[in-house]
Antibody, heavy 119, light 108 residues
Framework: QLQLQESGPGLVKPSETLSLTCTVS??????????WAWIRQPPGKGLEWIGT???????YYSPSLKSRVTISVDPSKNQFSLNLNSVSAADTAVYYC???????????WGQGILVTVSS | SYVLSQPPSVSVAPGQTARIPCGGN??????VHWYQQKPGQAPVLVVF???DRPSGIPERFSGSNSGNTATLTISRVEAGDEADYYC???????????FGGGTKLTVL
């Protein structure tokens, strides 16, 4: 059964770059035509899609984050990553990685990682 | 951009039926997915493609979608169903994922 686990720093300074990694276990990223995604949730608020990278390498990003975000994949490490630059307090959130499936539903999700932006 | 509207809260007594609406322009033409999120946990898919259930999700959870409203229905509500519920679609026009704002289900 596929499992996802986020990792990275829990504290990032304003104006710096937030970098997270999602490690995929229970299956090889090389074995199928899989897409991968990042979603975030500010404390006490709803879910916000950040972006999706498709197995062919195409990426789609939220229009509100597009200028600051990059999602990439490293199949050799069974990992995919999120980079969000020029962060501010508004980027404080729990960040989830997830696997999109047909009709762009997300299943499974990682457990999430809280990232706080503060000096 | 495409917008999904959910009521902030819905309350229901144990054993009764909870209905959580998700409104969107011509949402009936889209595939709607629903997630349950309990405090401190990641969201879990409970209904996909309007009305299908993943394995392991009780039959008490069902969905429908027509016109401008999709609905998640939870029959014979239990205390353990208390959670936030989010609807989600893929907007083909913009090629973006859209989430509803979420509905907090309270079991009285």
């Amino acid at each position: 059964q596929l499992q996802l686990q986020e990792s990275g720093p829990g504290l990032v300074k304003p104006s710096e770059t937030l970098s997270l990694t999602c490690t995929v276990s229970g299956g090889s990223m090389r074995s199928g035509y899989h897409d991968w995604a990042w979603i975030r949730q500010p404390p006490g608020k709803g879910l916000e899609w950040i972006g999706t990278i498709y197995y062919v390498g195409t990426t789609y990003y939220s229009p509100s984050l597009k200028s600051r975000v990059t999602i990439s994949v490293d199949p050799s490490k069974n990992q995919f990553s999120l980079n969000l630059n020029s962060v501010s307090a508004a980027d404080t959130a729990v960040y989830y990685c997830a696997r999109p499936r047909s009709s762009s539903l997300f299943d499974p999700w990682g457990q999430g990682i809280l990232v706080t932006v503060s000096s | 951009s495409y917008v999904l509207s959910q009521p902030p809260s819905v309350s229901v007594a144990p054993g009764q039926t909870a209905r959580i609406p998700c409104g969107g322009n011509n949402i009936g033409s889209k595939s709607v997915h629903w997630y349950q999120q309990k405090p401190g946990q990641a969201p879990v898919l409970v209904v996909f493609d309007d009305a299908d259930r993943p394995s392991g999700i009780p039959e008490r959870f069902s969905g429908s979608n027509s016109g401008n409203t999709a609905t998640l229905t939870i029959s014979r509500v239990e205390a353990g169903d208390e959670a936030d519920y989010y609807c989600q679609v893929w907007d083909t026009a913009t090629e973006h994922v859209v989430f509803g704002g979420g509905t907090k289900l309270t079991v009285l």
